[in-house]
């Protein structure tokens, strides 16, 4: 039997006889996919260079679109980090800083490549499905060179994380009356803040950082237990990327609803 060519196999793609050997319903999963994310993307798109309607002055909420809030035009109470002394153009995000790094973090996620690698680029489509391109290159173009630095984009991504978490502790001492209170917004945003630690820390790059390049886990008992609490998160990567995207929108639009005067809140207290 002919040993297999390792060199030419690594680029040529399998050829199949017809568009695909595959009977089910195979491209269900890449056209909800694209659906998804290109919802997402307009969404986020249009909320972002809104520049209106991402504060609640009377409970102090704020969308995670717009924190931490830097343009001087910011609410003053919206800036919990301070505010820069410029005023932003239209069309450039008051998040200025967060924003390019979520992106960023998103984009190179393991989960969300294979997603849009199979989904949007086609590369591969599915397994025994004819793909459009004649050859493979891997990550090793040019403009795929940032995917290596998705751990770097870990560590902001864990920082605006906890950002959004004191976004979320503050509305809790903004009541009715001024003190402490409870309402559907404070529920919506806790729920959003447990699903962007359940996204970021099930992180691969999170995951090697623990428990990385250790020659013995028993000599590391501390980092050898979060490793192993973060590799059970990490199983669920893929449904805390989707259930983080959904409500980081459902956060969004309860915020933008509210600050529009369109609704008012729930309050279960104060
Ligand atoms: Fe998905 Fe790091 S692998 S966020």
């Given at each position: 039997m002919t040993p297999p060519?390792?060199?030419?196999?690594?680029?040529a793609r399998i050829q199949l006889?017809?568009?695909?050997?595959?009977?089910?319903?195979?491209w269900l999963a890449p056209l909800f996919t694209t659906l998804g994310l290109a919802a997402f993307v307009v969404y986020a798109t249009l909320r972002v260079f809104?520049?209106?309607?991402?504060?609640?002055?009377e409970h102090h909420y704020l969308t995670p679109f717009y924190s931490?809030?830097?343009?001087?035009?910011?609410?003053p109470d919206a800036a919990l980090f301070g505010r820069l002394p410029v005023e932003f153009p239209?069309?450039?995000?008051?998040a200025l800083l967060s924003l390019p790094f979520l992106l960023l973090f998103r984009v190179t996620c393991y989960y969300y490549r294979k997603a849009y690698y199979r989904?949007?680029?086609?590369?591969?489509?599915?397994?025994a499905v004819r793909e459009p391109h004649r050859s493979y290159t891997g990550e090793t173009r040019p403009l795929m060179l940032?995917?290596?630095g998705h751990r770097y984009f870990f560590y902001v991504a864990f920082a605006i994380t906890a950002v959004n978490t004191w976004d979320m502790l503050?509305?809790?001492?903004?009541?009715?009356?001024?003190g402490f209170g409870v309402g559907l917004g404070n529920v919506i945003m806790v729920v959003n803040v447990l699903m962007l630690w359940g996204y970021t820390l099930s992180c691969h790059s999170c995951r090697h950082i623990m428990?990385?390049?250790?020659?013995?886990f028993g000599r590391h008992p501390v980092r050898y237990r979060l490793w192993t609490g973060i590799s059970r998160l990490n199983d669920r990567h893929m449904y805390f990327g989707w259930a983080s995207i959904a409500t980081l929108i459902a956060t969004d639009a309860y915020v933008a609803l509210m600050a529009g005067g369109v609704i008012s809140d729930l309050r279960f207290f104060n």
């Open positions: 060519d390792r060199a030419a196999p690594a680029r006889p017809r568009r695909t050997l595959r009977t089910d319903r195979w809104q520049q209106d309607h991402y504060w609640v002055q931490p809030c830097l343009a001087a035009q910011c609410a239209p069309l450039v995000p008051y989904s949007v680029w086609q590369a591969p489509t599915a397994c940032p995917q290596n503050v509305p809790f001492f903004h009541g009715t009356d001024g428990g990385g390049r250790l020659r013995s």
